[in-house]
């Protein structure tokens, strides 16, 4: 086997992982019921409107990209993993909304060039293992003056602070494999988008999703366990090792305690940072 087969294949082997890992769990039930209103505020911040052709990069279940064809856009729903699409086909039946649902891998999109007036990822982008890859692919895939939009999970927020906490516990990351988080880091996605050759008015502020589902710090950790599909992987990776799983455990909970606001009379108030980043192609 040359080196370019062995890479390859060894690329094929991590996406079907990353595949597996979000097939895991409950994912979808979780962007309902705890951040369900996330992807629409990307979708006002890109501006979109009827009449354009708009891709959801890492579009899980839709919840970015049901908004988006809520607004009158024809909309491409993409995912790694498309064992999320059946219960984005409900959501999107049940609020009457009209688009399509393609798998794609972020790194190596189906698309031609110049395809879309918006190109956005709502927490979904972010989790392609190698960022610049995946970056040129949004830029490759957005017509020139079209938008690109990011939402992601800031390094110092409270889901890239669960992700440090989870570090420890995980299996090693493969090779070239950059954290998720990072695409929160304003200077990384600016460098990941390039200079002005690349993209123009580039725009980033920070917002928070306010989460109440939860009602206690247990609650919140049980919930990750049981759906979340990256919490869930590293369990499995410690699931032979008891004091392990009891620290773990214990870290996560600590996470909720510290990250409630105690304002919430019936349970735990938290408040989940991310970067909100949109920019147009160059050219």
């Known amino acids: 086997m040359t080196t370019q087969d062995s890479a390859t294949a060894t690329d094929r082997t991590l996406k079907a992982k990353h595949r597996a890992m979000w097939a895991q769990g409950d994912y979808p039930s979780l962007a309902a019921e705890?951040?369900?209103?996330?992807?629409?505020v990307l979708v006002?911040?890109?501006?979109?409107?009827?009449?354009?052709?708009?891709?959801?990069?890492?579009?899980?279940?839709?919840n970015a990209a049901i908004p988006a064809a809520l607004a009158g856009a024809d909309v491409i729903a993409s995912d790694l993993t498309p064992e999320l699409f059946g219960a984005g086909r409900l959501a999107a039946e049940k609020q009457g909304a009209d688009l399509t649902w393609q798998e794609a891998d972020a790194e190596d999109l189906p698309f031609a060039d110049a395809a879309f007036d918006t190109v956005l990822s709502c927490v979904g982008v972010m989790f392609a293992p190698h960022h610049q890859q995946a970056s040129d692919e949004l830029i490759r895939v957005c017509r020139p003056g079209g938008t690109i939009g990011l939402l992601s999970w800031t390094p110092q927020g409270f889901i890239g602070r669960m992700f440090?906490?989870?570090?420890?516990?995980a299996p090693p990351p493969p090779p070239g494999a950059q954290p998720p988080p990072l695409w929160g880091d304003v200077n990384h996605v600016r460098a990941l988008l390039g200079d002005r050759d690349r993209v123009t008015d580039v725009h980033t502020e920070r917002g928070t999703a306010r989460v109440d589902?939860?009602?206690t710090p247990e609650a919140f950790r049980d919930y990750f366990k049981e759906r979340y599909g990256p919490t869930i992987t590293v369990y499995k990776n410690i699931a032979d090792d008891p004091d392990r799983v009891a620290a773990l455990d214990r870290a996560l909970v600590d996470l909720g305690r510290d990250g409630d606001l105690g304002t919430g009379p019936d349970g735990t108030i938290l408040e989940w940072e991310y970067l909100l980043l949109t920019a147009r192609r160059a050219g």
């Open 164 to 169: 440090a906490a989870m570090k420890p516990y």
């Open 213 to 215: 589902h939860f009602a």
């Open 44 to 62: 006002e911040a890109c501006g979109v409107h009827p009449g354009q052709r708009v891709l959801d990069v890492g579009a899980g279940s839709g």
């Open 34 to 40: 705890v951040i369900p209103g996330l992807g629409a």
